[in-house]
Every structure is written in structure tokens, then in C-alpha cells.
């Protein structure tokens, strides 16, 4: 596999050298682009990589030129000391976006997603599917209004909730101090709009969030019971089609 690196910090592309030659030995690094002009040159006139390592702040100018004079067909991975391009990156085949200083496990998994286009039967597809999901992580749900004693609003940051439920059609949050929410939307909507690293649909009338789980029992005809760290009023219970997905959702696989 053929990369090439688009970066201006010799000292960053000594670092990601590194390690490449520590994640993904087989990777070889075909060349080093420092500027936009350069880049534009480049991709005009050679046969494009597998995958373009690209920083968005280069010598004469923002990486994001480069699209408007050239073509680059290849997956890119982003590597930035900058998180407030992340959804204008993956406009453009971007398949991650890593922050510097980059670490081995963030680079082990952004090259796990460039497998994974490149075992799929239609890579294309896959990467329009993959650039789609990443695009939501910025639109995730962190605070909700809440309608407060008839003329008031409180807000109420998503962090605070333990488990939404439903309950006779009314949904609820609850919080660490057992105190509960109505909300005006769906478990279905709920769950679209939360992240899904944090939360995890149990059943058709939990949701939960990871870091309110006290502990989990094996229950009847291989189902999970969890136990959540404030008391329930009812047993939680994973349905047996998603309990493989929960154990891997938990355990961050």
C-alpha cells in the first residue's frame, strides 16, 4: 500500500513515519508535500495513492485549495492540531480526522477504516457511507430545552442522563439524582440523534448511557440484565437479537 504525506512540520512527519513503520509496516510512504502548489502539481501529472495522510495548514496556504485545482480520488486521513475543520474534511473522501499529537491507537483505527473500504464490494459506496457517519458526529445531541414550571426553559446537558425510557408513551431523562425529564421526542429520534459511543438502545424502551452501568446479569434464554447505578423500577433487559452488539457497544470494540 502506497501513501503519500502532505505536511509542512518536519518534526510531524517524522513523527507519523514513525509511526506507520510501527502500525502498518507493509504502508510504504511514496513522497512528502509541504505546500499547495506543490500538491496541485503532484496530483496532476502522478498516478494517485491508496491513501493521503494530509494536514489542513500547510507553507502557502489551507490543504482545502488543493480541491479546488485538482481531483485527489484516494481515501485521506486528516492530521491537524485543529478540531474546527472536522465536517469541511469530510466533504472530501475524508475517512478520519486526527488530532496532533497523533497517537499509535488513533492511527491503528483510522487504518482499520481504510481496510475495511478496501475489503468492500463496492469501495465507493462504503466510503460515502463511512464519510456520512462521520459527518453526524458533529451533529450530536449535547443539551435539550426542557419545559420548566409553565414560562421557564431549563437546560439540560445530555452528559447529566443516566437512561431515557418510555413509559405509557411519555418518553422521560433521568438524571444521576434520580430526577426526571419529559421530553417531546421518541426513542427512535432519541437514538438517532445521540451519540452512539455513549449510548446504546437496550430495548424498545431503554436507552442507556455507558457510564451509568453498575453491573450486568446473565438472565433467561441468554438475555443481559442491567443494573444501572440508581435505582430502576423495572428490570432493564437486552434483547437477545443485540446482546452480542451490547457486549461489543460496552466494551468500546
Not at 478520519?96 to 481496510?115: E, H, T
Not at 465507493?124 to 456520512?132: G, N, P
Not at 437512561?163 to 427512535?188: M, N, R, W
Not at 451519540?195 to 453498575?214: G, K, M, S, T
Request: aromatic share 10%; net charge negative; with cysteine.
Amino acid at each position: 500500500m502506497k501513501a503519500l504525506i502532505i505536511e509542512d512540520e518536519k518534526a510531524a512527519v517524522r513523527n507519523l513515519k514513525a509511526l506507520l513503520k510501527e502500525v502498518a509496516p507493509v504502508i510504504e510512504v511514496i513522497g512528502v508535500l509541504d505546500s499547495v502548489t506543490e500538491c496541485v502539481a503532484w496530483f496532476q501529472s502522478e498516478p494517485a495513492p491508496d491513501v493521503v495522510f494530509m494536514d489542513i495548514h500547510l507553507a502557502d496556504g489551507s490543504s482545502f485549495e488543493i480541491f479546488e485545482h485538482c481531483r485527489i480520488p484516494c481515501p485521506i486521513i486528516f492530521t491537524t492540531a485543529y478540531d474546527e475543520y472536522a465536517l469541511k474534511a469530510f466533504k472530501v473522501n475524508s475517512i478520519d480526522y486526527l488530532l496532533k499529537p497523533i497517537g499509535a491507537a488513533d492511527l491503528r483505527r483510522a487504518l482499520d477504516k481504510l481496510a475495511s473500504l478496501h475489503h468492500a464490494s463496492d469501495p465507493q459506496e462504503s466510503l460515502s457511507t463511512l464519510i456520512h457517519s462521520l459527518q453526524k458526529r458533529g451533529h450530536y445531541k449535547t443539551h435539550f430545552l426542557i419545559p420548566y414550571k409553565g414560562d421557564k426553559l431549563l437546560p439540560l446537558a445530555v452528559d447529566q442522563v443516566q437512561y431515557f425510557c418510555i413509559t405509557e408513551g411519555i418518553t422521560k431523562a433521568v438524571v444521576s439524582s434520580q430526577e426526571s425529564y419529559v421530553l417531546p421526542h421518541t426513542l427512535d429520534e432519541l437514538a438517532d440523534s445521540l451519540d452512539p459511543e455513549r449510548f446504546f438502545r437496550v430495548n424498545r424502551q431503554y436507552i442507556i448511557a455507558r457510564n451509568a452501568v453498575r453491573d450486568i446479569d446473565l438472565w433467561f434464554n441468554n438475555r443481559l440484565s442491567i443494573n444501572l447505578k440508581i435505582p430502576v423500577n423495572e428490570k432493564i433487559l437486552v434483547s437477545k437479537l443485540r446482546v452480542n452488539e451490547f457486549k461489543n457497544w460496552f466494551a468500546g470494540n
